[in-house]
């Protein structure tokens, strides 16, 4: 090999223990998720509701605007979307480095460490396809129910504002007559 071959194959060799930490960390966030959806499932199911983020925030700032609640409501969902689109890349970054070494192992006639190196292939694009899926599913269901909570919101505003508007009409009127 060259000097620029080795150099990236250093380069590649130094990020596979970094990429498979942030894989197994991504996958344990995923079960984690999955888990706080199942929880608010049940929430929904046996209170008839779940926890509401949006009523949360509007507690702690009741005069949010609604680019605020909206911005609120991207938030929520910001990471799980992170994961379930960073983790297939990951996954195939943490494939692809160990195929060098396993294709070397096979050219040597050894074939036990190909088989070592294709086991941590396949075992990080497993993991990482599992939590790209188990947070894409949970994101779409929270962005789901976040906008079911975040319209609800902004109508009982629009009808706050209204019935507002129609009593200071009233107000005005009696004062005029």
Same mark, same amino acid.
């Given at each position: 090999?060259?000097?620029?071959?080795?150099?990236?194959?250093?380069?590649?060799?130094?990020f596979?223990?970094?990429?498979?930490?942030l894989?197994?960390?991504?996958?344990?966030?995923?079960?984690?998720?999955?888990?706080?959806?199942?929880?608010d499932v049940?929430?929904?199911?046996?209170?008839?509701?779940?926890?509401?983020?949006?009523?949360?925030f509007l507690?702690?700032?009741?005069?949010?605007?609604?680019?605020?609640?909206?911005?609120?409501?991207l938030?929520?969902?910001?990471l799980?979307?992170?994961?379930s689109?960073?983790?297939?890349?990951?996954?195939?970054?943490? /494939?692809?480095?160990?195929?060098?070494? $396993?294709?070397?192992?096979?050219s040597?006639?050894?074939?036990?460490?190909m $088989?070592?190196?294709?086991?941590v292939?396949?075992? $990080?694009v497993?993991?990482?396809?599992?939590?790209?899926?188990?947070?894409?599913?949970?994101q779409?269901?929270?962005?789901?129910?976040?906008?079911?909570?975040?319209?609800q919101?902004?109508?009982?505003?629009?009808?706050?504002?209204? $019935?507002?508007? /129609?009593? /200071?009409?009233? /107000?005005?009127?009696?004062a005029?007559a």
């Amino acid at each position: 090999m060259n000097g620029i071959e080795s150099f990236l194959y250093e380069i590649s060799k130094f990020f596979l223990a970094p990429v498979l930490v942030l894989l197994c960390a991504m996958f344990v966030y995923a079960l984690f998720c999955m888990g706080m959806l199942l929880f608010d499932v049940a929430l929904r199911t046996f209170r008839g509701q779940g926890r509401q983020p949006i009523h949360q925030f509007l507690r702690s700032r009741p005069t949010a605007s609604q680019d605020d609640l909206e911005l609120h409501v991207l938030k929520q969902i910001e990471l799980q979307r992170i994961v379930s689109r960073i983790a297939p890349m990951l996954g195939l970054v943490a /494939t692809m480095i160990p195929m060098g070494p $396993a294709l070397i192992a096979v050219s040597a006639g050894n074939a036990q460490g190909m $088989a070592q190196d294709l086991v941590v292939a396949f075992a $990080a694009v497993i993991v990482a396809l599992l939590s790209a899926a188990i947070t894409y599913v949970v994101q779409l269901v929270r962005k789901r129910w976040l906008l079911e909570e975040l319209g609800q919101v902004l109508d009982r505003r629009t009808d706050m504002h209204n $019935a507002a508007d /129609t009593e /200071t009409v009233h /107000t005005l009127g009696a004062a005029h007559a």
